[in-house]
């Protein structure tokens, strides 16, 4: 596996599909998947250009931070479920934490966002399709989880995140993807100035990436692609 050519694939291919929608590439941020890969791999990544890195689980983030794993990226984001008990170890410590799905969830990053005097920036992820054992918050549950974010200021709503099904064929995922581009549009025309900015739309991961980006993703959130497949996890 050649990390930096598989860097430099999944660049272009995103560069071709926000040209192909009439976007500027420079729109779309690559936001790597670095779950289970070891502290020298992710200094490989940054080193060949990656610049975002999103964190699964708590447990890696800490031991990544701790070894200065993302040392020269610019942006570390916390991208899987998160447990609120464990909300200290993420809020502060990440630039974005684009997995924010229950008001219970919102409220405890207000908390320890607010103890540590910082405005923690955030994205609501959505299950757009409605699947039983997903994360995310439903729809009309995120009507009212963006009412909340605009009643505490230590949080800043900067948009939303999706993880749609396991695209089963090439496309099955794109009115999903509009869907949530919809989605966002509704809610960024409903906010004043003040309560916000919605500057980011996660959504496609390596087997999708491009058409989420015809729909509108501003970031994609891509593993497998970069660094090849990845042993099965064991639980959280
Ligand atoms: C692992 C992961 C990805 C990347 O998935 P690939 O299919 O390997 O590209 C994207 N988003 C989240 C939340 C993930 O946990």
Redesign the pocket.
């Known amino acids: 596996m050649d990390l930096e050519k598989n860097i430099q694939l999944v660049q272009s291919k995103i560069a071709a599909a926000a040209l192909a929608a009439g976007r500027s590439p420079e729109e779309i941020t690559l936001c790597a ?1 670095t ?1 289970v890969q070891s502290d020298d791999t992710i200094r490989s990544a940054i080193a060949s250009g990656i610049s975002v890195c ?1 964190e ?1 689980r708590v447990q890696e983030l800490t031991a990544h931070l701790a070894a200065g794993a993302y040392a020269g990226a610019k942006e570390v984001h916390f ?2 479920h998160l447990q609120t008990n464990k909300v200290k170890q993420v809020v502060g410590k990440v630039a974005l934490i684009q ?1 924010v799905d229950s008001l219970h969830l919102l409220q405890a990053i207000h908390t320890q966002a607010e103890k540590l005097g910082i405005v923690q920036d955030i994205l609501l992820e959505v299950n757009i399709a409605g699947e039983e054992s997903k994360s995310g918050c439903s729809p009309e549950l995120l009507s009212q989880l963006v009412l909340e974010t605009h009643r505490l200021p230590h949080v800043r709503l900067r948009g939303l995140m999706a ?1 749609p099904p396991i695209s089963s064929s090439p496309g099955a995922n794109r009115r999903y993807f509009a869907e949530m581009h919809q989605l966002f549009i509704d809610i960024t025309q409903k906010m004043s100035d003040n309560q916000g900015v919605m500057d980011c739309l996660s959504m496609g ?3 999708d990436y491009e058409d989420a980006i015809a729909e509108g993703a501003t970031l994609v ?5 970069l660094f090849g497949p ?1 042993p099965p996890m064991g639980p959280r």
């Open positions: 998947a779950k999103g699964n991208i899987g997995s993880i991961m390596s087997a959130r891509v593993g497998t692609a990845r």
